[in-house]
């Protein structure tokens, strides 16, 4: 018999992503030489802040020809699912309008003076009137978008659609999109005006991730080399380079279109690199690093990173803005969250400290069990030679470490409250290479004896943890029970290790302990816990959901235009099975078979209709009379050792 739970999901594996090779660059250049920020790291100065309702992603801004004193930012607002206008001489909204999801990305066609918006979860793409707000058109796509372009001779918007697997092609005027098929999950693309192509990037580690489509057919004409995970792109028409960022191996591709794709450079980047935008001259690159807050500037003359500048939390959308002052950005900062106008300091004047081009640097984060970065502590880089360097860990968990000679280093990490732990990092000549490192858990206090309860995530599993806790405490006396997660939340000392059961896939089809075991294992050796006891319930409400039609038919009449619908439960069979998998941390493996118990509830009420309320409340009786079923179990079949 099969548990039919999130636990039995099976992991979904990403397949490689291939395609016949049409034309291909020469071998990658040599890494570029290295620039290191100014240091101590500045911070911008604000001319502007705007607070927003939620996070935001890719924004972007028009500048009235006819007023240039007319500034707007257009953005979507995430948890909102609004996309707005944003005015930046009054701070205030131009207008702002509900589309039903998240638009992570916008796009303002100054030409047609539109707003084109979409997200990954969007079921197509929206436009929007740019000085009304009003919806002008919508059209649906196989999938939401994650990168939008246009071409305003045209008239064609361009969406990549990573989850079908196809760009959408929407000519303006006609009712329905074109699919262009993909030989992967497209992530970012840019029309260039000039050849009449689109550059289209794709996921995964293949390097040759840069596509030339054909707009009309989707012929592909060529394949390009660029990083690992190249997520957003820019045209420098002026200089008629293509620059792509690469969030997986953390640098820039600057690739010339006039010489087929050829790379110019791979810079790399000291963190890890989240959007980016190009400077008017088309002399610099801004990149927003959201997990480690920064800016970091890099110069199309010299190649290199120049200057790394601090920003709020978890900057993310940005656009080149002068300010009065100088060079300037405007940047959502998503964690806070609000918008911000930066004047950028001179980096004509700003003091460069020069790295020497054999060397690199090495940076990341510190984190805990949990995913979060630690707040303190110190790293120490022991070389070949034994020549040792040590530096303190940021507040935010963040380290960089410069001017280290090429080669393999031990980063030995000392955190308090963390045992001593371990890792090694290559560093390669003018580059910067990124390790996150994670602390295994603190050794527990005690000897791991005690018993945790995790229900599942159906309705009512965290009632039976919660009915079960008491019930396992009386039948263990010797042992501590600590309820992890229940109907009011998780406990205090289970909260920060709530990301290991994020996506928790414990047992496979033949209901087997998969690898995921291990986070479970991370639990007891945190919390001294020798067992998990895992529940679920499993309901079934078999009763008519369709209302008193004469009824809305009344309220229809009486509030009209008014969607109204009263429920009128009829009640049938009320069914509920509790499921209750019981881990021994210290003796299961990946690959054994799970032990589990059951229990089953029934309720025939017939009579009056049933309310969702009544309906609750026995299911709930349900699970308060499987405890002493499972209790009885447990003593003629003892689960736990000693």
């Known amino acids: 018999m099969r548990i039919p ?9 990403l397949t490689c992503l291939s395609g016949e090779t049409i034309a291909q660059t020469d071998p990658l250049p040599s890494f570029p030489q290295l620039l290191a920020t100014p240091s101590p790291l500045s911070s911008p100065e604000a001319e502007i802040t705007l607070p927003l309702a939620s996070a935001a992603d890719r924004i972007d801004l028009w500048i009235n020809p006819l007023n240039p004193e007319e500034r707007l930012v257009a953005l979507g607002e995430l948890s909102e699912q609004s996309v707005q206008l944003l005015d930046l001489a009054t701070g205030q909204p131009r207008w702002q309008l509900s589309v039903g999801f998240a638009a992570s990305v916008v796009r303002i066609d100054p030409l047609n003076q539109w707003v084109y918006a979409s997200g990954p979860d969007a079921p197509g793409l929206v436009v929007i009137d740019l000085l009304t707000g009003e919806l002008v058109k919508a059209y649906g796509l196989a999938s939401g978008a994650l ?18 697997s196809s760009v959408a092609v929407i000519q303006l005027g006609e009712t329905q999109a074109r699919n262009l098929p993909m030989p992967g999950s497209p992530l970012a693309l840019a029309y260039d005006a000039t050849r009449q192509n689109l550059l289209v990037s794709l996921a995964g580690e293949d390097p040759l991730s840069l596509l030339v489509v054909n707009p009309e057919n989707g012929e592909r004409l060529a394949r390009w080399r660029s990083g690992t995970t190249p997520e957003d792109m820019v045209i420098d028409s002026t200089g008629q380079q293509l620059v792509v960022l690469n969030s997986g191996s953390q640098d820039l591709s600057v690739v010339d279109l006039n010489r087929n794709g050829e790379i110019v450079q791979r810079i790399g980047l000291e963190w890890r690199p989240t959007r980016l935008t190009l400077s008017a001259d088309g002399q610099q690159v801004l990149v927003t690093a959201r997990d480690s807050d920064r800016l970091q500037v890099v110069s199309l003359d010299t190649l290199r990173l120049e200057a790394t500048y601090n920003l709020g939390k978890q900057p993310t959308g940005i656009a080149y803005l002068p300010t009065p002052m100088g060079s300037g950005v405007v940047v959502v900062e998503a964690g806070i969250p609000r918008l911000r106008w930066l004047r950028l300091p001179n980096l004509a004047v700003a003091t460069l400290r020069q790295a020497s081009p054999a060397t690199g640097a090495v940076s ?90 995790l229900p599942d995530a159906p309705p009512f599993s965290d009632e039976l943890a919660r009915h079960l806790a008491p019930a396992l405490a009386q039948l263990q006396p010797d042992r501590e029970v600590i309820l992890l997660n229940g109907p009011v939340g998780p406990a205090d000392a289970f909260q920060n290790l709530l990301p290991l059961i ?18 479970l294992q991370v639990i007891g050796n945190t919390l001294g816990l020798r067992y998990i006891v895992l529940t679920q319930m499993q309901i079934s409400q078999d009763y008519s959901r369709q209302g008193s039609s004469l009824l809305n ?37 990946p690959g054994d078979k799970a032990r589990y118990y059951e229990a089953y509830g029934r309720d025939d009420v017939g009579g009056d209709p049933l309310f969702e309320d009544a309906a609750a409340g ?20 003892p689960p736990f050792a000693g």
Do not use: C, H
């Not at 739970?5 to 594996?13: E, G, P, Y």
């Not at 026995?618 to 079949?637: D, H």
């Open 5 to 13: 739970s999130v636990l039995l999901l099976l992991a979904i594996s």
């Open 364 to 453: 990341g984060r510190v984190l805990d069990i949990a995913g979060n970065p630690v707040q303190t502590g110190s790293l120490q880089l022991v070389s070949r030679d034994r020549t040792q360097q040590e530096q303190a860990i940021a507040a935010d968990g963040s380290y960089l470490i410069r001017d280290l000679q090429p080669g393999v280093y031990l980063i030995d990490v000392q955190v308090p409250g963390f045992p001593p732990t371990s890792t090694q990092i290559q560093v390669r000549a003018g580059f910067v290479s990124s390790q996150d490192i994670r602390l295994p858990p603190a050794d527990p206090l005690t000897e791991a004896t005690g018993i945790g309860l």
């Open 147 to 164: 990168d939008i372009d246009f071409d305003a001779a045209s008239q064609r918007v361009f969406a990549t659609m990573p989850a079908a």
């Open 618 to 637: 026995l299911f709930r009786l349900q699970v308060r009379n499987m405890v002493p079923v499972f209790v009885q179990q447990w003593q003629s079949n």
């Open 553 to 589: 038919t009344a309220l229809r009449f009486v509030a009209p235009m008014v969607p109204v619908e009263i429920p009128n439960f009829t009640p049938n069979q009320l069914r509920s099975r509790g499921l209750v998998v019981i881990v021994d941390l210290q003796k299961e493996r």
């Open 502 to 519: 994020e996506n928790l896939t414990l047992l496979d089809r033949d209901e087997r302990y998969t690898d995921d075991l291990a986070k």
